[in-house]
């Protein structure tokens, strides 16, 4: 949890969302949909981890194959982490 109180002081509130070329710009989801969201992320990054797993166990493993769906499974959990605590997420 350290790193991400570290990134907490540097994520931009609603009226901080980029505009201009360059600038971070941040999706923002509202209220009610947000528990949607997240659910929906954890269930993929869920998915993306058991295809890892399964893909490990397999006779011929694909490696790159692996890294990718855990590199998937880091990125949709991380987007649900940013979703409960403020509400939106880079998107960079």
């Given amino acids: 949890l350290f790193p991400l109180k570290a ?16 600038e971070n710009k941040w999706v923002s989801l509202e209220e009610g949909r947000i528990a949607e969201f997240v659910e929906s992320f954890l269930k993929r990054a869920g998915e993306r981890l058991e295809d890892a797993k399964r893909e490990l166990k397999s006779y011929r493993p694909s490696y790159p194959k692996i ?15 940013f979703l409960m605590l403020v509400g939106g997420y880079p998107q960079e």
């Fill in 67 to 81: 890294i990718s769906d855990c590199q998937e499974c880091i990125e949709l959990s991380v987007k649900a982490i």
């Fill in 7 to 22: 990134m907490m002081t540097k994520i931009p509130d609603a009226s901080m969302q980029g505009e201009g070329e360059g």
